[in-house]
Nanobody, 125 residues
């Protein structure tokens, strides 16, 4: 499956952004789709994930209550609604997909086999 991430941009602290991850080649059915981010000089970190089957969602503590991950069956996309953005949210955001990741490993990037290109999010204070 090929992934295309979009929606990044420059916003002010407190603003919102919506990222989208579109799949081509096949549907997301049976996949877990996650969002990760990487800021300059930092390691890639888990942000959120959704299991396509059942719609179960998972979040990093740092974004819980501010970010919402959702799936759009008709459009075969996964969206990440980011509200109340803070400067610490600034990073390149990547979507990733996996058919083999288990719940205990859902935050581990190595368990995701397909990656989209990054989309940059900049948050000014």
């Amino acid at each position: 499956v090929q992934l295309q991430a979009s929606g990044g941009g420059l916003v002010q602290a407190g603003d919102s952004l919506r990222l989208s991850c579109a799949a081509s080649g096949r549907t997301f059915s049976g996949y877990t789709v996650g969002w990760f981010r990487q800021a300059p000089g930092k390691e890639r970190e888990f942000v959120a994930a959704v299991r396509w089957s059942g719609g179960y969602t998972y979040y990093a503590d740092s974004v819980k209550g501010r970010f919402t991950i959702s799936r759009d069956n008709s459009a075969n996309t996964v969206n990440l609604q980011m509200n109340s953005l803070i400067p610490e949210d600034a990073a390149d955001y990547y979507c990733a997909a996996s058919r083999r990741v288990i719940m205990s490993a859902i935050k581990i990037s190595q368990y995701y086999d397909y990656w989209g290109q990054g989309t940059q999010v900049t948050v000014s204070s």
